[in-house]
């Protein structure tokens, strides 16, 4: 069993910055993806960054060039790194950990482990 959670989240005025943590402990290793997701009221759970076990990272046309994903395998803990924050982002934010499908890491239906969530509010 992999047990995640998350912590970062704030509130922040637009332009600004937040790095999200996600502790992973338990069975790790049969985790080939590791990506962190975002849902905001009235929408899907979306796929935001995401990073396999080769180091190989996608992220989402909507935060390309502002976020960032990495990882400590030391400390088994993910980051996201998010700067120029905007109001569009807004959400709260899942640390996801799974096999993948297909070999893709970018789809939720790879994931069967999920944070609790931490909330990210950027205003105006």
């Known amino acids: 069993q992999v047990q995640l959670v998350e912590s970062g989240g704030g509130s922040v005025q637009a332009g600004g910055s937040l790095r999200l943590s996600c502790v992973a402990s338990g069975h790790t290793y049969s985790s080939h993806c590791m990506g962190w997701f975002r849902q905001a009221p009235g929408k899907g759970r979306e796929g935001v960054a995401t990073?396999?076990?080769?180091?190989?990272?996608t992220y989402a046309d909507s935060v390309k060039g502002r976020f960032t994903i990495s990882q400590d395998n030391a400390k088994n803990t993910l980051y996201l790194q998010m700067n120029s924050l905007k109001p569009e982002d807004s959400a709260t934010y899942y640390c996801?950990?799974?096999?993948?499908?297909?070999?893709?890491?970018?789809?939720?239906?790879?994931?069967?482990?999920w944070g609790q969530g931490t909330q990210v509010t950027v205003s105006s």
């Open positions: 990073i396999d076990s080769s180091g190989h990272t």
């Open positions: 996801a950990a799974g096999a993948g499908w297909l070999g893709y890491c970018g789809a939720p239906v790879g994931y069967n482990h």
